[in-house]
Structure formats: structure tokens, C-alpha cells
């Protein structure tokens, strides 16, 4: 269950001293957003915007499902690894195209709740189950993954 599921008396200060807490302990924090009607989930981190790095994001996979990916890309990237917008990187055995997002702040609302509208963030982009990616033609889930930017932006 999500943590206001768990907290419904919580007010918004409360979640975000929360995720406070677990930025101060884990270096980041991951923030899922459910989907609804044709939108669907994503998840990002929260923190790296504090250490001067963009905010990560995969759309399209739940935040369970997503968190490994995440987690391991945010560890590459504090420890200096070479993930830039227009490359790609290998997580966990999963290929991502990485992609600057457009306007972060419009997604990430927790990180600007946090650090102002100022946020900035990179996509993780990952390929269906043909290999193609949502900017080919024959790209098979394009309702499943929105790009929140542009290829090599």
C-alpha cells in the first residue's frame, strides 16, 4: 500500500517530512505514481536534485517493478558513472536509452515540492519486447510508455 494509503489523516508536510527522512537516510527516495485511465504508472527519485544531478524517471512500469532499476541507475549516477541524455545504460541486465526530460517539474512534483521548479530529470527509456524503442515506427507499447522528452534533446 502506497504511504498516504497508510497515513489518510496525514497532511501533505507530513508526506514530505517522510520522504525527507528517508532522502536523509538513503541518499534518495523513489516516488511511484499510480496509473489511471490510459496514463499510465511511473516512478522517479527524489533527492539526487540535492547533490546538484537531475531526478531519474521511468514511466510505464510500476514503482515495484521499476525500483531496481532506478535505485542502481541512481547509484551509478552519484558515483560519477556515464549516464548522459542521448547515451544509454545497462541496469541490471536491462538496456535504457537515457532521455532528457522536456519540463521535470510538470512529472516530479515531489522533487519540486522538496526543491522548487528548478528540478531538472533524465527517462529512463526502455524497449519493447521486440527491442524496438517508442521513437521507431513499429514501436509495439506506444500507449504504454510516454517519452517526457526528446531523442538526443
Known sequence: MCWSCDNPT??????????????????????GVEGEGKRPP???????????LPELCIT???GERSAP?????ARELVSGGEIRPGG???VLGMHF????????????????NLYGDTITGWQLVWPDRHGRWPW????AERWAQPLLGELNA
Open 136 to 139: 521507431d515506427e513499429q514501436w
Open 10 to 31: 496525514a497532511t501533505m508536510a507530513d508526506a514530505l517530512r517522510s520522504m525527507q527522512g528517508l532522502i536523509d537516510e538513503h541518499g534518495w527516495a523513489l516516488q
Open 97 to 112: 536509452e537515457v532521455v532528457e526530460m522536456a519540463y521535470a517539474p510538470a512529472h516530479l512534483n515531489t522533487a519540486v
Open 88 to 90: 544509454s545504460v545497462h
Open 60 to 62: 510505464g512500469i510500476e
Open 69 to 73: 532499476y532506478l535505485n542502481e541507475a
Open 42 to 52: 511511473f516512478t522517479y527519485t527524489v533527492g539526487l536534485t540535492r547533490r546538484g
